[in-house]
Nanobody, 115 residues
């Protein structure tokens, strides 16, 4: 049974950094393009970054140069390193594959950027 568990969120001041982790189980993992998504209060979930099976990455414009996504297929883990955090990065962050049908969503990890 597919399971995604996100961790690493927290409260951080503007300009700070966090590293999110997502561990997958019950999933083949290696053949999927993986992504981090986020959902802010009152907004739709949006894809933030993705990483292909070969390690190529893509980011939405608002996080380019600040966030870095990586994957470890042996450990079935996806990371999101977030630097120079801004208040507008505040959201619940999730991982999942980029394509539908999505795996069952995990509980997410909350990132709050505030002074």
């Amino acid at each position: 049974q597919a399971q995604l568990v996100e961790s690493g969120g927290g409260l951080v001041q503007p300009g700070g950094s966090l590293r999110l982790s997502c561990v997958a189980s019950g999933i083949r993992f290696s053949t999927d393009v993986w992504a981090w998504y986020r959902q802010a209060p009152g907004k739709q979930r949006e894809l933030v970054a993705s990483v292909t099976t070969s390690g190529s990455t893509n980011y939405i414009n608002s996080v380019k140069g600040r966030f870095a996504i990586s994957r470890d297929s042996m450990k079935k883990t996806v990371h999101l390193t977030m630097n120079q955090l801004k208040p507008e990065d505040t959201a619940l962050y999730y991982c999942n594959r980029e394509a539908t049908p999505y795996y069952a969503w995990g509980q997410g990890t909350q990132v709050t950027v505030s002074s």
